[in-house]
C-alpha cells in the first residue's frame, strides 16, 4: 500500500474504471500487445482520458505525480457525470498549493469538488509534484466507483 503507483498501473485502473462504467467489454477481455499495460494505453487514448503525446513509453514505468493521476482520473466518465459536493469557490480557496490556471490544477479542484480527493494532510494541501501512494490511487477509485465513500468537507 505504500508503494507508489506506476503510470501504466493508473491507466490499466483508469481504463478499467472507464469500461465498467461504459459497460463495455474492455475489463472483461483479456489484454494482448508487447506489454502488459498496452490495451489500457490504447483504451485511454481512444476513449480521451489521455491524449496522443500526454505521454509516452519512456514514462510507463516511473511513478506517476499527483498532478499526472488528477489529470488522468479527472477525465474518466464517472467524475464527469458525478454531482458536485464541495464548494468550488471554497475548494480553490482551501487548496494550499494550486492556483487557478496552473496546468492541471482544474482537473485537481474537480476531484476535491466531487469528494474523491482530500488532500495529505487536514490543510487540503495536495503536492502536485509528488507522487501517489497504491493506497491512495486504491481510496481514489473506491471514491470514484462509490458515491457513499466521496467526501463532504463543508455541510
Given amino acids: 500500500p505504500a508503494g507508489t503507483i506506476t503510470v501504466a498501473e493508473a491507466f490499466q485502473l483508469a481504463a478499467t474504471i472507464e ?54 482520473f479527472a477525465a474518466v466518465s464517472p467524475v464527469a457525470d458525478m454531482e458536485v459536493l464541495n464548494d468550488p469557490a471554497r475548494v480553490r480557496a482551501a487548496v494550499p498549493d494550486l492556483t487557478a490556471g496552473q496546468a492541471g490544477a482544474e482537473a485537481a479542484y474537480t476531484l476535491y469538488e466531487r469528494g474523491v480527493l482530500s488532500g495529505v494532510d487536514g490543510n487540503f494541501t495536495f503536492r502536485p509534484e509528488g507522487t501517489m501512494t497504491r493506497a491512495e490511487a486504491a481510496a481514489l477509485a473506491a471514491r470514484i466507483a462509490r458515491a457513499e465513500q466521496r467526501l463532504e468537507f463543508w455541510n
Fill in 19 to 72: 469500461s465498467r462504467y461504459l459497460d463495455d467489454s474492455f475489463h472483461k477481455t483479456a489484454q494482448t500487445g508487447p506489454n502488459w499495460y498496452t490495451g489500457a494505453v490504447n483504451y485511454c487514448l481512444a476513449s480521451g482520458v489521455i491524449q496522443a503525446g500526454q505521454f509516452g513509453a519512456e514514462d510507463y514505468g516511473r511513478p506517476i505525480t499527483r498532478l499526472e493521476m488528477a489529470r488522468v
